[in-house]
Protein backbone atom coordinates (compact mmCIF):
# COMPACT_ATOMS: atom_id res chain seq x y z
CA UNK A 1 0.00 0.00 0.00
CA UNK A 2 1.25 3.03 -0.97
CA UNK A 3 1.66 6.21 1.62
CA UNK A 4 -0.80 9.12 0.18
CA UNK A 5 1.50 12.40 1.45
CA UNK A 6 -0.05 16.04 2.43
CA UNK A 7 2.59 18.78 2.81
CA UNK A 8 1.55 21.37 5.34
CA UNK A 9 3.67 24.72 5.00
CA UNK A 10 5.43 24.75 1.33
CA UNK A 11 8.16 26.63 2.54
CA UNK A 12 12.19 26.35 2.50
CA UNK A 13 12.32 22.36 3.94
CA UNK A 14 9.45 21.30 2.35
CA UNK A 15 10.84 21.95 -1.06
CA UNK A 16 13.85 20.00 -0.19
CA UNK A 17 11.78 17.13 1.60
CA UNK A 18 9.57 17.03 -1.29
CA UNK A 19 12.32 16.27 -3.60
CA UNK A 20 13.62 13.54 -0.91
CA UNK A 21 10.21 11.86 -0.89
CA UNK A 22 10.24 11.00 -4.95
CA UNK A 23 13.34 8.79 -4.16
CA UNK A 24 10.90 7.26 -1.52
CA UNK A 25 9.44 4.20 -2.81
CA UNK A 26 5.57 3.57 -2.39
CA UNK A 27 5.56 7.50 -1.44
CA UNK A 28 2.36 8.99 -3.02
CA UNK A 29 2.55 12.83 -3.84
CA UNK A 30 -1.13 13.15 -2.94
CA UNK A 31 -1.71 17.12 -1.87
CA UNK A 32 -0.06 20.33 -0.36
CA UNK A 33 -1.43 22.93 2.08
CA UNK A 34 -0.52 26.36 2.15
CA UNK A 35 -2.07 29.78 3.21
CA UNK A 36 -1.66 30.86 -0.77
CA UNK A 37 -3.27 28.88 -3.31
CA UNK A 38 -1.03 30.01 -5.84
CA UNK A 39 2.12 29.12 -3.87
CA UNK A 40 0.01 25.47 -3.24
CA UNK A 41 -0.17 25.83 -6.69
CA UNK A 42 3.49 26.43 -7.63
CA UNK A 43 4.81 24.12 -5.36
CA UNK A 44 2.40 21.36 -6.47
CA UNK A 45 3.67 21.47 -10.27
CA UNK A 46 7.34 21.95 -9.06
CA UNK A 47 7.35 18.45 -7.14
CA UNK A 48 4.64 16.58 -9.01
CA UNK A 49 1.87 16.67 -5.68
CA UNK A 50 -1.87 16.01 -6.96
CA UNK A 51 -3.57 18.13 -5.37
CA UNK A 52 -2.92 21.91 -4.40
CA UNK A 53 -5.11 23.51 -1.32
CA UNK A 54 -5.27 27.20 -0.46
CA UNK A 55 -5.73 26.06 3.02
CA UNK A 56 -4.67 23.89 5.92
CA UNK A 57 -8.22 22.98 6.46
CA UNK A 58 -8.93 21.86 3.25
CA UNK A 59 -5.58 19.72 3.41
CA UNK A 60 -6.98 17.91 6.29
CA UNK A 61 -10.17 17.47 5.14
CA UNK A 62 -8.93 15.77 2.06
CA UNK A 63 -9.50 12.01 2.78
CA UNK A 64 -7.24 11.01 0.12
CA UNK A 65 -4.11 12.18 2.18
CA UNK A 66 -3.16 9.01 4.89
CA UNK A 67 0.08 11.47 6.20
CA UNK A 68 0.73 14.68 6.74
CA UNK A 69 4.40 16.18 6.78
CA UNK A 70 4.03 19.40 9.23
CA UNK A 71 6.62 21.92 7.84
CA UNK A 72 5.40 25.23 9.66
CA UNK A 73 7.52 27.13 12.13
CA UNK A 74 8.30 25.83 15.17
CA UNK A 75 5.70 27.55 17.27
CA UNK A 76 2.63 26.72 15.21
CA UNK A 77 3.64 23.24 15.27
CA UNK A 78 1.42 22.30 18.51
CA UNK A 79 -1.57 23.72 17.01
CA UNK A 80 -1.30 22.35 13.29
CA UNK A 81 -0.16 18.63 14.75
CA UNK A 82 -3.42 18.35 16.45
CA UNK A 83 -5.66 19.80 14.07
CA UNK A 84 -4.23 17.05 11.71
CA UNK A 85 -4.24 13.86 14.42
CA UNK A 86 -7.95 14.78 14.97
CA UNK A 87 -8.40 15.17 11.28
CA UNK A 88 -7.16 11.33 11.34
CA UNK A 89 -3.66 11.64 9.96
CA UNK A 90 -0.99 10.10 10.27
CA UNK A 91 1.66 12.88 11.15
CA UNK A 92 5.87 13.28 10.64
CA UNK A 93 6.50 16.94 12.15
CA UNK A 94 9.59 18.90 11.55
CA UNK A 95 11.99 19.16 14.39
CA UNK A 96 11.44 20.83 16.89
CA UNK A 97 8.19 19.05 17.46
CA UNK A 98 7.08 21.67 19.99
CA UNK A 99 8.48 24.89 21.56
CA UNK A 100 8.58 22.66 24.73
CA UNK A 101 8.18 19.66 26.20
CA UNK A 102 4.79 19.80 27.90
CA UNK A 103 3.50 20.61 24.29
CA UNK A 104 5.09 17.40 22.67
CA UNK A 105 3.54 15.59 25.88
CA UNK A 106 0.53 16.68 24.80
CA UNK A 107 0.60 15.75 21.40
CA UNK A 108 1.66 12.49 22.02
CA UNK A 109 -1.25 11.50 24.29
CA UNK A 110 -3.79 12.75 21.82
CA UNK A 111 -2.04 10.64 19.15
CA UNK A 112 -2.39 7.58 21.72
CA UNK A 113 -5.64 8.47 21.87
CA UNK A 114 -6.77 8.45 17.97
CA UNK A 115 -4.55 5.67 17.16
CA UNK A 116 -2.31 7.73 14.88
CA UNK A 117 1.49 7.24 13.98
CA UNK A 118 3.58 10.95 15.60
CA UNK A 119 7.02 11.21 14.61
CA UNK A 120 9.14 14.32 14.74
CA UNK A 121 11.22 14.58 11.54
CA UNK A 122 14.55 14.41 13.64
CA UNK A 123 16.76 12.70 10.52
CA UNK A 124 19.43 13.12 12.43
CA UNK A 125 18.17 9.62 14.21
CA UNK A 126 17.42 7.72 10.66
CA UNK A 127 20.70 8.94 8.79
CA UNK A 128 22.30 5.24 7.49
CA UNK A 129 25.57 7.12 8.55
CA UNK A 130 24.60 8.42 12.17
CA UNK A 131 23.13 5.22 12.72
CA UNK A 132 26.76 2.65 11.56
CA UNK A 133 28.38 5.48 13.96
CA UNK A 134 25.60 5.26 17.04
CA UNK A 135 26.32 1.18 16.68
CA UNK A 136 29.52 0.88 16.33
CA UNK A 137 30.07 3.23 19.77
CA UNK A 138 27.72 0.66 21.30
CA UNK A 139 29.71 -2.36 20.36
CA UNK A 140 32.85 -0.42 20.95
CA UNK A 141 34.14 -0.33 17.83
CA UNK A 142 35.95 2.75 18.49
CA UNK A 143 36.77 2.69 21.54
CA UNK A 144 35.37 4.77 24.86
CA UNK A 145 33.85 7.51 24.01
CA UNK A 146 35.33 10.76 26.22
CA UNK A 147 34.41 14.00 24.41
CA UNK A 148 32.13 14.98 21.61
CA UNK A 149 32.64 18.47 19.87
CA UNK A 150 29.65 19.51 17.45
CA UNK A 151 29.16 22.64 15.75
CA UNK A 152 25.99 23.50 13.67
CA UNK A 153 25.18 27.17 12.66
CA UNK A 154 25.76 30.06 10.12
CA UNK A 155 24.74 33.85 9.44
CA UNK A 156 21.14 34.33 9.40
CA UNK A 157 21.00 37.45 7.26
CA UNK A 158 17.31 37.54 6.64
CA UNK A 159 14.32 40.10 6.64
CA UNK A 160 13.23 40.22 10.22
CA UNK A 161 9.90 38.93 10.05
CA UNK A 162 11.69 35.44 9.00
CA UNK A 163 10.67 32.74 10.91
CA UNK A 164 14.44 32.77 12.27
CA UNK A 165 14.45 35.68 13.64
CA UNK A 166 11.17 35.92 14.62
CA UNK A 167 11.13 35.02 18.30
CA UNK A 168 6.67 34.89 18.22
CA UNK A 169 7.60 32.10 15.59
CA UNK A 170 10.02 30.47 17.96
CA UNK A 171 13.22 32.19 16.82
CA UNK A 172 16.70 30.83 18.32
CA UNK A 173 19.96 28.91 17.57
CA UNK A 174 19.02 26.14 20.14
CA UNK A 175 16.03 24.95 18.65
CA UNK A 176 16.34 25.25 15.34
CA UNK A 177 20.53 24.16 15.22
CA UNK A 178 21.34 23.29 18.51
CA UNK A 179 18.71 20.50 18.70
CA UNK A 180 21.05 18.42 16.34
CA UNK A 181 24.46 18.51 18.46
CA UNK A 182 21.92 17.37 21.45
CA UNK A 183 20.59 14.82 19.51
CA UNK A 184 23.92 13.28 18.22
CA UNK A 185 25.20 13.65 21.68
CA UNK A 186 22.01 11.63 22.78
CA UNK A 187 22.35 9.08 20.31
CA UNK A 188 26.55 8.53 20.73
CA UNK A 189 26.64 8.83 24.57
CA UNK A 190 23.28 8.48 25.80
CA UNK A 191 21.28 10.61 28.17
CA UNK A 192 22.94 13.91 29.57
CA UNK A 193 23.66 14.09 33.18
CA UNK A 194 23.82 17.63 33.39
CA UNK A 195 23.98 20.25 30.95
CA UNK A 196 24.97 24.18 31.04
CA UNK A 197 24.59 27.08 28.72
CA UNK A 198 25.91 30.46 28.10
CA UNK A 199 24.15 32.14 25.19
CA UNK A 200 24.18 35.67 23.05
CA UNK A 201 20.77 36.64 23.10
CA UNK A 202 18.95 39.19 20.37
CA UNK A 203 17.77 42.50 21.12
CA UNK A 204 14.37 41.03 21.10
CA UNK A 205 15.49 38.24 23.20
CA UNK A 206 15.95 34.85 21.50
CA UNK A 207 19.49 33.01 21.59
CA UNK A 208 21.70 34.15 18.61
CA UNK A 209 24.33 31.72 19.76
CA UNK A 210 24.73 29.27 22.63
CA UNK A 211 27.12 27.46 23.76
CA UNK A 212 26.36 24.11 25.76
CA UNK A 213 28.38 21.62 27.75
CA UNK A 214 26.87 18.12 28.97
CA UNK A 215 28.31 15.65 31.02
CA UNK A 216 26.98 11.81 29.65
CA UNK A 217 26.69 8.61 31.06
CA UNK A 218 30.40 7.02 32.14
CA UNK A 219 32.51 10.52 32.37
CA UNK A 220 31.88 11.17 28.41
CA UNK A 221 31.92 15.06 28.05
CA UNK A 222 30.45 17.44 25.21
CA UNK A 223 30.84 20.42 23.46
CA UNK A 224 27.92 21.94 21.89
CA UNK A 225 27.60 25.14 19.95
CA UNK A 226 24.90 26.42 17.23
CA UNK A 227 24.61 30.04 15.47
CA UNK A 228 22.58 32.48 13.98
CA UNK A 229 25.20 34.68 13.58
CA UNK A 230 28.89 32.94 12.10
CA UNK A 231 29.75 30.88 9.54
CA UNK A 232 30.19 28.08 11.82
CA UNK A 233 31.46 24.71 10.81
CA UNK A 234 28.82 22.01 10.57
CA UNK A 235 31.35 19.76 11.99
CA UNK A 236 31.40 16.67 14.79
CA UNK A 237 34.39 14.71 16.44
CA UNK A 238 34.17 12.49 18.68
CA UNK A 239 37.80 11.61 20.66
CA UNK A 240 37.70 8.13 22.44
CA UNK A 241 40.59 6.42 24.19
CA UNK A 242 41.88 4.78 20.80
CA UNK A 243 41.14 7.66 18.45
CA UNK A 244 39.05 10.28 16.79
CA UNK A 245 36.19 9.70 14.81
CA UNK A 246 35.15 13.28 12.77
CA UNK A 247 31.59 13.87 10.71
CA UNK A 248 33.31 16.67 8.58
CA UNK A 249 29.59 17.68 7.89
CA UNK A 250 27.18 16.41 10.24
CA UNK A 251 23.99 17.70 8.63
CA UNK A 252 23.30 14.79 5.97
CA UNK A 253 26.66 13.39 6.10
CA UNK A 254 28.19 10.92 3.16
CA UNK A 255 30.46 9.24 5.01
CA UNK A 256 32.72 9.38 8.50
CA UNK A 257 36.40 8.73 9.59
CA UNK A 258 37.79 7.10 12.16
CA UNK A 259 41.26 8.04 12.69
CA UNK A 260 43.24 5.15 15.43
CA UNK A 261 45.91 6.59 17.83
CA UNK A 262 48.96 4.69 17.48
CA UNK A 263 52.38 4.66 18.96
CA UNK A 264 53.57 7.30 16.49
CA UNK A 265 50.91 9.60 16.55
CA UNK A 266 48.09 9.20 13.73
CA UNK A 267 47.18 5.30 12.15
CA UNK A 268 45.75 5.01 8.30
CA UNK A 269 42.50 7.30 8.71
CA UNK A 270 39.17 4.06 8.03
CA UNK A 271 36.36 6.02 6.09
CA UNK A 272 32.76 4.49 7.47
CA UNK A 273 29.59 4.61 5.49
CA UNK A 274 26.26 3.67 6.24
CA UNK A 275 24.85 0.09 6.06
CA UNK A 276 22.65 1.52 3.32
CA UNK A 277 23.91 4.28 0.70
CA UNK A 278 22.25 7.91 1.62
CA UNK A 279 19.35 8.64 -0.61
CA UNK A 280 18.89 12.23 -1.92
CA UNK A 281 20.07 14.82 0.58
CA UNK A 282 19.24 12.70 3.62
CA UNK A 283 15.75 13.50 4.07
CA UNK A 284 14.56 10.17 2.42
CA UNK A 285 15.54 8.06 5.65
CA UNK A 286 12.60 9.92 7.73
CA UNK A 287 10.05 9.10 5.45
CA UNK A 288 11.38 5.85 4.87
CA UNK A 289 11.22 5.18 8.57
CA UNK A 290 7.99 6.46 8.90
CA UNK A 291 6.13 4.79 6.62
CA UNK A 292 7.77 1.36 7.84
CA UNK A 293 5.69 2.12 11.08
CA UNK A 294 2.56 2.49 9.46
CA UNK A 295 3.00 -0.59 7.58
CA UNK A 296 3.95 -2.37 10.72
CA UNK A 297 1.03 -0.65 12.39
CA UNK A 298 3.54 0.92 15.11
CA UNK A 299 2.45 4.00 16.44
CA UNK A 300 5.75 5.31 17.69
CA UNK A 301 9.10 4.97 15.77
CA UNK A 302 11.61 3.05 17.71
CA UNK A 303 14.13 5.38 15.77
CA UNK A 304 12.64 8.78 16.92
CA UNK A 305 10.71 6.75 19.96
CA UNK A 306 8.59 9.86 21.70
CA UNK A 307 10.71 9.62 24.41
CA UNK A 308 13.86 10.58 23.04
CA UNK A 309 11.72 13.72 21.63
CA UNK A 310 10.32 14.13 24.67
CA UNK A 311 13.92 14.09 26.33
CA UNK A 312 15.81 16.54 24.35
CA UNK A 313 12.04 19.01 24.23
CA UNK A 314 13.12 18.57 28.48
CA UNK A 315 16.74 19.80 27.95
CA UNK A 316 15.77 22.78 25.64
CA UNK A 317 13.76 23.83 27.89
CA UNK A 318 16.24 23.36 31.06
CA UNK A 319 18.98 25.10 28.62
CA UNK A 320 16.46 28.38 27.67
CA UNK A 321 15.72 28.96 31.58
CA UNK A 322 19.43 29.52 31.98
CA UNK A 323 19.98 31.90 29.54
CA UNK A 324 17.00 33.53 29.59
CA UNK A 325 15.10 32.82 26.38
CA UNK A 326 11.11 32.69 26.62
CA UNK A 327 8.61 31.81 24.24
CA UNK A 328 4.89 32.85 24.82
CA UNK A 329 3.05 29.95 26.63
CA UNK A 330 6.14 28.78 28.55
N1 LIG B 1 15.09 19.02 9.22
C1 LIG B 1 15.81 20.03 8.80
O1 LIG B 1 16.93 19.88 8.33
C2 LIG B 1 15.21 21.39 8.86
C3 LIG B 1 15.82 22.44 8.18
C4 LIG B 1 15.20 23.68 8.21
C5 LIG B 1 14.04 23.85 8.92
N2 LIG B 1 13.48 22.81 9.61
C6 LIG B 1 12.24 22.99 10.39
O2 LIG B 1 11.16 23.11 9.48
C7 LIG B 1 10.23 24.09 9.93
C8 LIG B 1 10.05 25.12 8.82
O3 LIG B 1 11.29 25.76 8.56
P1 LIG B 1 11.56 26.53 7.16
O4 LIG B 1 12.93 27.04 7.25
O5 LIG B 1 11.15 25.70 6.03
O6 LIG B 1 10.54 27.76 7.34
P2 LIG B 1 9.93 28.69 6.21
O7 LIG B 1 10.79 28.68 4.99
O8 LIG B 1 9.65 29.99 6.88
O9 LIG B 1 8.58 27.96 5.82
C9 LIG B 1 7.55 27.76 6.73
C10 LIG B 1 6.23 27.70 5.97
O10 LIG B 1 5.19 27.62 6.95
C11 LIG B 1 4.05 28.31 6.49
N3 LIG B 1 3.56 29.20 7.54
C12 LIG B 1 2.37 29.09 8.18
N4 LIG B 1 2.19 30.08 9.05
C13 LIG B 1 3.28 30.87 8.97
C14 LIG B 1 3.65 32.07 9.62
N5 LIG B 1 2.86 32.66 10.54
N6 LIG B 1 4.83 32.62 9.29
C15 LIG B 1 5.62 32.04 8.39
N7 LIG B 1 5.31 30.90 7.74
C16 LIG B 1 4.14 30.32 8.01
C17 LIG B 1 4.46 29.09 5.24
O11 LIG B 1 3.87 28.45 4.13
P3 LIG B 1 2.46 28.94 3.53
O12 LIG B 1 2.25 30.37 3.97
O13 LIG B 1 2.65 28.80 2.05
O14 LIG B 1 1.43 28.04 4.09
C18 LIG B 1 5.96 28.95 5.16
O15 LIG B 1 6.42 28.83 3.85
C19 LIG B 1 10.80 24.64 11.24
O16 LIG B 1 10.18 24.03 12.34
C20 LIG B 1 12.27 24.28 11.19
O17 LIG B 1 12.84 24.03 12.46
C21 LIG B 1 14.05 21.60 9.57
Not at 111 to 119: E, V
Not at 156 to 173: F, N, S, W
Not at 269 to 284: D, H, N, Q
Request: with cysteine; net charge negative.
Amino acid sequence: MPTRWGILGPGRIAHAFAEDLRLVPDAELAAVGSRSQPRAEAFAREHGFAAAYGSYEELLADTSVDAVYVASPHALHAEQVTAALEAGKHVLCEKPLTLRAADAERLFALAKDRGRLLMEGMWTACHPVILALRDGIRDNAFGAPRHLHAEMGFVADLPPEDRLLDVALGAGALLDMGVYPLTLAHLFLGEAEGLTASASLSASGYDLDIAIVGRYPGGALATMTASLSSWSAHRAELATDRGRLVLEEFFHPRTAAFTPMTDSGAGEPLTIEGRKPVLGRGFSHEAIEFQRCLAEGLLESPLVPHAQTLTILQQMDALRAQVGVHYAGD
